[in-house]
Nanobody, 128 residues
């Protein structure tokens, strides 16, 4: 069983930056593919970024490519997302997700059904 706890959300002006963290429990963290999703009010949860066990194995939604960077520290059981050049449309609750025992490419792992474990979310608000 993996438990996920997000942190790092907050209020920021457009053009600013935030770094989200997701701390995971469990000894098998390194074998999990990890992802960030977000959900704005009245909208469906949408994929943002994913990372495999290798740091170079990443995949991004087109809307955040070039602005957001996902990374992980397996020694700390933590995944991060650095968000730069934030826009008001990035405002949402951001969720961390884990897919157990995945050693393949993460390209295409963009559906909520792909992931087994979820955090409670952290609010990101970008003011214009």
């Amino acid at each position: 069983q993996v438990q996920l706890v997000e942190s790092g959300g907050g209020l920021v002006q457009a053009g600013g930056s935030l770094r989200l963290s997701c701390a995971a429990s469990g000894r098998t963290f390194s074998s999990h593919a990890m992802a960030w999703f977000r959900q704005a009010p009245g909208k469906e949860r949408e994929f943002v970024a994913a990372i495999g066990w290798a740091a170079s194995n990443t995949f991004y939604a087109d809307s955040v490519k070039g602005r957001f960077t996902i990374s992980r520290d397996n020694a700390k059981n933590t995944v991060y997302m650095q968000m730069n050049s934030l826009k008001p449309e990035d405002t949402a609750v951001y969720y961390c997700a884990a897919k157990g025992a995945w050693f393949g490419m993460v390209r295409g792992l963009a559906r909520t059904e792909e992931y087994d474990h979820w955090g409670q979310g952290t609010q990101v608000t970008v003011s214009s």
